[in-house]
């Protein structure tokens, strides 16, 4: 049985150590030191391509929605809001990880952790199962291989 680390994810965060760290193939050490060194600057660089394109999809939708749902297609446009407010709560995250992924801090390892998790739950909304799946085994991969850089 897996212990809680004191939060409510705890027993599925060492379940998912269990797996994707222990009993996976690890990464040489030299390409975790690597991935560390340059995961801040990708999410940087993914966060501000990310905001044009949010802003871009927020204006997009306060079209769209009064337009889908006189049309009949109110499941549309619901569905359309959720994907927008996964999308906004998802690059949140990443922002706020950005100062702990430089500093190699676990809480900046905790908020792309819950970005993916979030990121998979958005999967599952969309019925997107076989990608979500598969997008959610390489990023736990890499996630907990690099987990121990964190504290």
């Known amino acids: 049985m897996a212990k809680s680390s004191g939060n409510g994810l705890g027993g599925l965060e060492e379940t998912?150590?269990?797996?994707?760290?222990k009993k996976a193939p690890a990464l040489p050490v030299g390409v975790k030191e690597f991935l560390v060194m340059i995961a801040p600057w990708i999410t940087l660089?993914?966060?501000?391509?990310?905001?044009?394109?949010?802003?871009?999809?927020?204006?997009?939708?306060?079209?769209?929605?009064?337009?889908?749902s006189?049309?009949?297609?109110?499941?549309?446009?619901?569905?359309?809001?959720?994907?927008?407010?996964?999308?906004?709560?998802?690059?949140?995250?990443?922002?706020?990880a950005i100062p702990g992924l430089f500093s190699r801090s676990?809480?900046?390892?905790?908020?792309?952790?819950?970005?993916?998790?979030?990121?998979?739950?958005?999967?599952?909304?969309?019925l997107n199962l076989i990608g979500g799946l598969i997008g959610a085994v390489?990023?736990?991969?890499?996630l907990f291989q690099l987990r121990s850089h964190y504290r």
Do not use: R
Request: no cysteine.
């Open 138 to 142: 390489i990023s736990f991969y890499f």
């Open 70 to 96: 006189y049309m009949g297609y109110a499941n549309t446009g619901s569905l359309w809001m959720v994907s927008s407010a996964i999308l906004v709560i998802t690059i949140v995250l990443e922002a706020l």
């Open 45 to 68: 660089v993914s966060v501000v391509i990310s905001l044009p394109a949010v802003l871009a999809l927020l204006g997009i939708s306060s079209f769209v929605m009064p337009m889908s």
């Open 16 to 21: 998912l150590d269990l797996y994707f760290n």
């Open 106 to 126: 676990k809480q900046g390892w905790n908020y792309v952790f819950y970005s993916s998790l979030i990121g998979i739950a958005a999967n599952i909304i969309s």
